[in-house]
């Protein structure tokens, strides 16, 4: 698995963006303070007048030199044309300062929407999505996405918006005043930025499009790798991952090495046509100065100016790289903005109605986009308010898909689920989850306090309401021997607690959620006698008035149920409680019954 989406269905399939794609995102944003942006573009163009000021004034400066050292008549115009001279640069960096103090908020502020909204989108999409997407690259892209988007905005409004005007200006400028040698300089800036485009996006774009790939298989890689850090002890597989690893770093590097250089080769090409044209314009200009067509100050103009335009054409081609680069690094974050919602809402889709928690799947049929069969085909089932159901059945029959139909992580393809008669498509996915709690079969924390991962479901809950929750869970005799209680920091993901911990403070969310539906996903691990007590009689608790789900790996937890489904490839196989369901001849639930309790 090499990339994040590499073994996804298509709905994960990376959407294929254009630099079209890219610009119109970044422009929503670059348009979003439209009278800060005006004020910034209008100290830029203040800048450019200045800037084709300069070398027109040092020119200006050497001719009232000579002309005073000629005509000896006294130097006060050459003292004038200096402090003309100075004018015009202290003014520039004035200038400059002040356009990147308003630039900096807009563009931070800018960054900082970029960000909320990612974030807020990538947040909907479907657990589906997530549980097929690697958090860390997520992260990566997320936070380069921020970075891309700055250096895109910098490029263009800040250096090749204010060097293309100059350039254009001081090219007018030759015009008027030597028309053979501007005509000259004009044909010469567009083969200089003709050739740029041209190598920029057909030889180097591509090598910078792999290295970006494989820069993100890294983070991948990692992500990977870290997440299941503990599966590499257990296995002490640490060196085989080492070697996997480096195979992933060593395709970046290779990739890095030619983008770079292609990097390179684009800055020599680019240099090699300015070098030639400041040849030929000074040559020209010495040929007119031959026939008195040009003064000393009009050389003076021609070599300053083309100092500075060195500068700024030698910044085109670094310019034009990171320019490649980080509309590579956008593309993700283009990607997530442009992806539809796998599972989205009707436009004003009202709450869940909670009512007594019927729960009825009618004439269902669902398939996963991955394999070809529906693991469900017109699948009916109604599940009574407050009736207790366990299901059981062999490995990949579909139970927890079953689950997953009812809190709509996945949309069936035909049929409806229906809560209290109302079709779950068609209200809100949060008022839907609300009203169904779900104890997972291996809980994750935040990484805050406990008491605020008690009270996630209803962060508004007080104290005692916690605690409260907490001692109907079991769960609060080992939090009151905690140093910090309720105030302890459970560790990312939770790992600082026990299996069996984690499942109680699940349960103790449950409480505090107060839902109509219960869904318990049963923990696959085996936990002590005393904590699978301890866990019961909370889960025993919470069903009480509740329409309850248990997903149920060991057989015990389902005893008491009032019907047991077993399940099939997607089928009802058997149903009844478990007296009825033990005395059925040659059934799947006694001979599931009784391997159990032999190996018991
Ligand atoms: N995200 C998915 N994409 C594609 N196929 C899936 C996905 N999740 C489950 N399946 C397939 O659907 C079938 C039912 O899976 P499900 O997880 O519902 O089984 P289960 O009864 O919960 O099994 P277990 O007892 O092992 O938890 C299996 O064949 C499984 O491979
Ligand atoms: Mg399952």
Redesign the pocket.
Known sequence: MSTSTASA?SLHKPIDVTWRDVMSLCAVYWFSQPKRLAVVMGFVFAMVVLDILFPITAGLLVDRIVTAIQAGEGFDPAYRALCLYMAVVVLFFIVRNVRSRIWNVLAARNMAQLLEDTFAKVQKFSS?WH??TFAGATVRKITRGKWAYDAISEILWMNFLPQGLMVIGVTAVMIVRYPSVGLMFAVGVVIHVGASILVASRYVRPANVRAAGADSAIGAAVADAMTNNAAVKSFGAEIREEARFRNTVLSWREKAIVAWTRGWDLIFVQQVIWRFMQFLTIFMLIGLASRGQATAGDIVFMLTLNSQLGGYLRQVGDHIRQLQRATSEFADVVDFHARPLQIADQAQAPSLRREEGRIEFSNVTFG????GKP?YDQFNLTIQPGERVG?V????????????LIQRLYDVDKGAVMIDGQNIDAVSQTSLRSSVALVPQDPLLFHRSLSENIAYARPEASKGEIKEAARRARASEFIDRLPLGYDTLVGERGVKLSGGERQRVAIARAFIADAPIVIFDEATSSLDTITERLIQGAMRELMLGRTTII?A?RLSTVKDVDRILV?DR?RIVEQGCHQDLIRVDSGRYRALYEMQDVAA
């Open positions: 269905p589906d549980a097929n996963y986009e991955a394999s693991l299901l059945g062999p490995s990949g029959s579909g139970k927890s898909t079953f689950v997953k997903v790996h399940f997607g």
